[in-house]
């Protein structure tokens, strides 16, 4: 079973900051915290990862909590291109993903 | 495109028959994984290989299915007497020493009639 838990679904506007949620209370210290997307029909494809800080890249920040029990995604301009599925996992290394039903994320005109 | 590639893309055959995919992971990356994804789920994982090692298997991975890379470069999946069952979306990613990050290839959508 996948250790995290994500909404189902979410909408954004267009040119809005999407904030997508995860929890993960069980995280345990050595495992990072990873995001990927699925737009339909393509492979999964990777955002961004963290352990314990915040970090920033040209896609998208992650902001952990400090207890490291939660964790979000934040798309700061969406547009229409990023309407996909989100996938929260946690892991050491990178090695056994266990992928959850994601977040359905619908970008709006 | 992430560099990991796959072919075919689509599979379509019928109920019996064997099939093959094949998997080109980014060039240098030394971990190979397969995961098999069915409509409206995350995918799920098979299989992973460390150079041509196979080093762990899902329980979902019957005795149909074998994997293979020979020379730890590409890797091929093959499914024999395939099901109506084994109709999916299977991936391949590849991960470099010390990246700790998967990058996953396109796809294969395999539809058994």
């Known amino acids: 079973d996948a250790k995290t838990t994500q909404p189902p679904s979410m909408d954004c506007a267009e040119g809005r900051a999407a904030n997508l949620p995860c929890n993960h209370s069980?995280?345990?210290?050595?495992?990072?915290v990873y995001w990927y997307r699925q737009i339909h029909s393509q492979g999964p494809q990777y955002i961004i990862h963290?352990?314990?800080n915040n970090e920033t890249n040209e896609m998208a920040s992650l902001i952990i909590t400090e207890d490291r029990k939660s964790s979000t995604l934040i798309l700061p301009h969406a547009t229409l291109r990023d309407t996909a599925v989100y996938y929260c996992?946690?892991?050491?290394?990178?090695?056994?993903?266990?992928f959850g039903p994601g977040t359905r994320l619908s970008v709006l005109p | 495109d992430t560099g990991v590639s796959q072919d075919p893309r689509h599979k379509i055959t019928k109920r019996g028959q064997n099939v093959t995919f094949r998997c080109d992971p980014i060039s240098e990356h030394n971990r190979l994984y397969w995961y098999r994804q069915t409509l409206g789920q995350g995918p799920e994982f098979l299989t992973y290989f460390q150079n041509e090692a196979q080093l762990e298997k899902s329980r979902l991975l019957s005795d149909r299915f074998s994997a293979e890379r020979p020379k730890g470069s590409f890797s091929t999946l093959e499914i024999q007497r395939t099901e109506q069952g084994d109709s999916a979306m299977y991936l391949c990613?590849?991960?470099?020493?010390?990246?700790?990050?998967?990058?996953f290839g396109p796809g294969t959508r395999l539809t058994v009639l």
């Open positions: 990613a590849s991960e470099g020493s010390g990246t700790d990050t998967q990058y």
């Open positions: 069980t995280i345990s210290g050595n495992e990072y």
């Open positions: 996992i946690v892991d050491n290394y990178g090695q056994n993903f266990v």
């Open positions: 963290g352990l314990k």
